[in-house]
């Protein structure tokens, strides 16, 4: 009779099996399997099938190259001989499988047998889980696959990931989770052991040490769209990372590279073997080639590469995300990492403020001691690195600040400490570059935004002018229509404001008194220019993507060219940065040019302009500072005789006495305290904004980044 009941229970059970693929993705299944043995009402089958390394061409398969990993599964799963196993006896009534390949794999491939075509003749309910943590996206070569079309149900993580699944029939695509999940918080109750082929290349051979781990995650789609780029940045991580001796760092390249080099071109696999090989050698870190990257991620206490799915292993733990781009940007010394550079200063007696453009601090320099008092924090806005805000002025106690990629116009009222915020409507990606004042008046001058903006100081009102952006269109070459209205070309001469345009060969007369306007062509058709300068009866402009400088005379009309070194300059590049006016000459300072120049204004003479520098000409300190497309932010007149300009050799100010011949070099650098403290507040900033808790993107150096973390 206990037989009869024990057979008829058997027969009333769910018979579900699961196609074990790799050992590795055993997780996607591990809650599932689990769950179905502890409500008693399954009779569970854990099939570990093998699989064979593809022949040479890619095409046929090496039934000798086999390869069968039931062994490696944990240790309290009954494994079922995928050789007695017959499908037809036991008919299943739910088959889950992992392997979103059939025969597409070209690294290796199952039995056919084992296909979803072939799985879903034997059950009414076949059952795919993704091996990886989709939350956030796909990968493009996963977002199809035959396995989708013949399975019955997809399991998937959430509505977002859903969506992207755009040719498979919706009743398929069931949200309700990734068991990975599970899987993960069962690790972290129960801790795994550091694997055994780390502790060898670990330094003292058997744990942590107590520093951090960082996974460094490369997949194979990484590596074939990135080709040099990926080498390069490869290469670039592991010179920095040999170097950080204060925490652990972990490569873990897929494991389906190793079997589809030959798909590389082949300077991109010799480069990467290399580096493998580099990486071993040097013991820049530790080599994964453990099965389950879940229990690298529970392990580790961050992940470190490009967007791949691996990275919301650790997300869901709340550990950093590090994500990597291409670029190799140079990692900074500390004297580096202080410096600071600006597009715009307001002097201030023996002071000048502005806003660094890297670290968004409004500052104040000591031109005396050459001191940087960082005065307040600038409500964020754009990332590390933007140019927020270009164009400053003070006026009593308060502080204006042109919005460049900011969003709004900013004023800041010293005595209170207090930043106001206007913000703009139609705002672009580059708005404003130039405060004029006049009378109670502010002028905001556009560089690319749509009008020119009148802020009044005493009302605080706010009136735009923009009858002038249609008009200026019809001048402008159909190939220059996405160049900004204006550059740098701007002079106040009483009530009037010039404007010379970097999209056409006008100059634009504004009246600040009632807003009138009027269009001037100067030069030939299709001259653009970038800076301009008023002798008191000229105005000069120098080239924005050409080569000629012109002279204009504002009561003839007649203009002059002037390109004695033309020769020497390249096309299409930005050959001045600032042209100024000294007593009876102009001096105009080099942009992309190897040199500058000075003219003298009773002659109409132009020659180069030798500047008695205290470093070498035309050079920059670093790499660094290599970083700028000009070999000086800005140049302006500080007080009669003195210019001041900023030079990017190695971001420091320089003040040019020109009456007495001296030149004063005063390095631009801020406290390494007070550059923490800001990447402290930047990478918060990120956490709180990004996906997961600990997400940060590398649009900082490598070093910001890895100090954040």
């Not at 900074?332 to 806003?355: A, K």
């Not at 660094?624 to 302006?636: E, N, Q, R, V």
Request: charged share 30%.
């Amino acid at each position: 009779m206990k037989v009869m009941v024990k057979f008829m229970e058997q027969m009333t059970k769910k018979k579900i099996v699961f196609i074990v693929y790799r050992a590795g993705w055993w997780g996607c299944f591990d809650s599932i399997y689990r769950k179905a043995l502890e409500n008693n009402d399954s009779e569970c089958y854990v099939i570990p099938v093998p699989y064979y390394e593809r022949s040479t061409d890619g095409n046929g398969i090496d039934y000798g190259k086999k390869h069968y990993e039931g062994d490696k599964l944990p240790k309290d799963i009954a494994v079922t001989d995928y050789n007695g196993f017959s499908f037809q006896i036991i008919q299943p009534d739910i088959i889950y499988m992992h392997n979103p390949y059939d025969g597409l794999n070209k690294l290796d491939a199952v039995d056919t047998q084992y296909y979803s075509e072939e799985l879903k003749k034997s059950t009414k309910m076949l059952i795919y889980i993704p091996h990886m943590l989709y939350i956030d996206s796909v990968p493009d070569y996963l977002q199809y696959s035959t396995v989708y079309q013949n399975v019955d149900k997809i399991i998937l993580a959430n509505e977002d990931v859903k969506l992207q699944f755009h040719d498979i029939p919706k009743e398929k695509l069931e949200v309700s989770g990734s068991p990975l999940v599970e899987y993960i918080e069962k690790l972290q109750e129960n801790r795994p052991e550091i694997p055994a082929s780390w502790l060898s290349m670990l330094d003292n051979n058997k744990d942590f040490g107590g520093k951090r781990a960082i996974l460094y995650n490369l997949g194979f789609s990484e590596l074939s769209y990135g080709t040099d780029a990926l080498i390069k940045k490869l290469e670039y991580v592991f010179d920095y990372m040999k170097t950080r001796k204060d925490v652990v760092f972990i490569w873990r390249p897929e494991k389906e590279i190793g079997g589809k080099l030959d798909e590389l071109p082949e300077n991109i696999m010799n480069e990467y073997l290399r580096l493998t090989q580099r990486f071993i050698e040097e013991r820049i870190g530790v080599y994964d080639i453990t099965d389950d990257v879940c229990v690298a991620a529970v392990i580790c206490d961050a992940f470190m590469g490009e967007d791949h799915p691996n990275k919301n292993l650790f997300g869901i733990q709340g550990k950093p995300v590090l994500l990597l781009d291409k670029e190799c940007r140079c990692i900074q010394t500390d004297d580096e990492l202080r410096s600071v550079s600006f597009l715009d200063c307001t002097p201030d007696g023996e002071n000048i403020w502005f806003v660094a453009n890297e670290y968004n601090l409004l500052c104040k320099m000591n031109l005396i001691s050459g001191e940087i008092e960082i005065i307040d924090e600038i409500p964020y806005e754009v990332v590390y690195g933007g140019i927020n805000y270009c164009g400053i002025i003070k006026k009593n106690n308060q502080i204006y600040l042109n919005p460049y990629h900011a969003e709004a116009f900013v004023t800041y009222n010293i005595d209170q400490s207090e930043f106001i915020k206007t913000y703009l409507p139609e705002k672009q990606d580059v708005n404003f570059d130039y405060i004029v004042p006049y009378k109670e008046y502010l002028f905001l001058k556009s560089k690319a935004y749509p009008a020119i903006i009148r802020y009044n100081t005493i009302t605080e009102e706010y009136k735009y002018y923009n009858s002038w952006v249609d008009e200026l269109e019809t001048y402008v070459n159909e190939e220059d229509m996405n160049e900004p209205y204006f550059l740098w070309g701007v002079v106040a001469c009483k009530e009037k404001l010039m404007l010379a345009s970097s999209k056409a060969n006008v100059l634009m007369e504004f009246n600040m008194e009632n807003g009138d306007h009027k269009f001037y062509e100067v030069g030939p058709k299709g001259s653009k220019f970038f800076g301009m300068e008023y002798d008191g009866e000229n105005f000069w402009t120098i080239p924005y993507l050409g080569k000629d400088i012109m002279c204009w005379n504002y009561n003839t009309g007649d203009w002059k060219t002037y390109n004695d070194f033309s020769d020497e300059i390249e096309d299409k590049s930005i050959p001045f940065r600032a042209i100024l006016k000294n007593k009876q000459s102009l001096m105009i300072f080099p942009c992309q040019a190897d040199f500058g120049l000075i003219i003298d204004l009773k002659e109409k003479l132009i020659k180069k302009n030798k500047i008695d520098l205290p470093y070498p000409e035309n050079t920059y300190k670093s790499e660094f500072y290599k970083k700028a497309y000009s070999l000086y932010s800005f140049a302006k007149v500080f007080k009669e005789g003195v210019f001041i300009t900023e030079t990017m050799y190695d971001e420091s100010i320089l003040l040019l006495d020109l009456e007495n011949d001296k030149i004063e070099k005063l390095p631009c650098r801020i406290s390494l305290k007070s550059v923490n403290n800001y990447f402290d507040k930047l990478v918060s900033n990120y956490r709180d904004n990004a996906k997961y808790p600990c997400s940060i993107s590398e649009t900082v150096t490598l070093r910001v980044v890895i100090d954040g973390f």
